[in-house]
């Protein structure tokens, strides 16, 4: 998830003098806009989502990250205590 704001590049003609104040001034910028970034395919796909939906994405995306560190964790154990085990059978 990313979270950006922008810049006009240039004001529209006959707007306002403040229009292009975006350009110069951090807190007159546009947005917050979010964009969920992922694999698809093998490519690099970019959705625009709203803040309710960057919300639900950032915690699936931190709960999908928690959930692959205990399997790791899981693989390790296993792994360890397979190969220290006392109690493993040759053939």
Not at 42 to 51: D, I
Not at 52 to 80: D, G, N, V
Request: overall charge negative; hydrophobic content about 35%; some cysteine.
């Amino acid at each position: 998830m990313s979270e950006a704001t922008n810049v006009l590049r240039k004001p529209a003609p006959g707007a306002e003098p403040e229009a292009g104040l975006c350009a110069v001034d951090p807190d007159a910028r546009h947005g917050p806009y979010y964009e969920w970034s992922r694999r698809q395919e093998g490519r690099l796909v970019h959705s625009v989502v709203t803040p309710a939906q960057a919300q639900l994405f950032t915690h699936a995306i931190a709960s999908y990250r928690e959930i692959q560190r205990l399997l790791k964790r899981l693989e390790l154990e296993t792994a360890e205590e397979t190969l220290n085990s006392n109690n493993v059978e040759s053939d």
